[in-house]
């Protein structure tokens, strides 16, 4: 069984920066494609970065690229999430994902964006950004 563990999550002021784990076990999907996703209050989740099984791919929100990046370690079973020029809009409850087997599998070099495509989530980290 999967087990997503994040870290990373806190305050952080406007034009800051934050770093995002997720500790992936269970053999299962620990080498998964994965994916971040955030909930700000009285909004829907959202994705927000999304990385091939290889780390070869990503995929970014328009509303953090080039702020965001997504990145992997595969001998750790690790995944991050380096935010950068942090905005108070970005404060929100981001969960880390990983990869359904429900899903057909089209490669270890293609990126997952829906979040329907995902079945295993972490509990979530809170991100605040003040201004």
């Known amino acids: 069984q999967v087990q997503l563990v994040e870290s990373g999550g806190g305050l952080a002021q406007a034009g800051g920066s934050l770093r995002l784990s997720c500790a992936a076990s269970?053999?299962?999907?620990?080498?998964?494609?994965m994916g971040w996703f955030r909930q700000a209050p009285g909004k829907e989740r959202d994705i927000v970065a999304a990385?091939?099984?290889?780390?070869?791919?990503?995929y970014y929100a328009d509303s953090v690229k080039g702020r965001f990046t997504i990145s992997r370690d595969g001998a750790k079973n690790t995944v991050y999430l380096q935010m950068n020029s942090l905005r108070p809009e970005d404060t929100a409850v981001y969960y880390c994902?990983?990869?359904?087997?429900?899903?057909?599998?089209?490669?270890?070099?293609?990126?997952?964006?829906?979040?329907?495509?995902?079945?295993?989530w972490g509990q979530g980290t809170q991100v605040t950004v003040s201004s």
């Open positions: 990385i091939s099984r290889s780390g070869a791919n990503t």
């Open positions: 994902a990983a990869f359904s087997t429900k899903t057909p599998f089209y490669g270890a070099n293609y990126c997952y964006t829906d979040q329907s495509e995902y079945g295993y």
């Open positions: 269970g053999r299962t999907f620990s080498s998964a494609a």
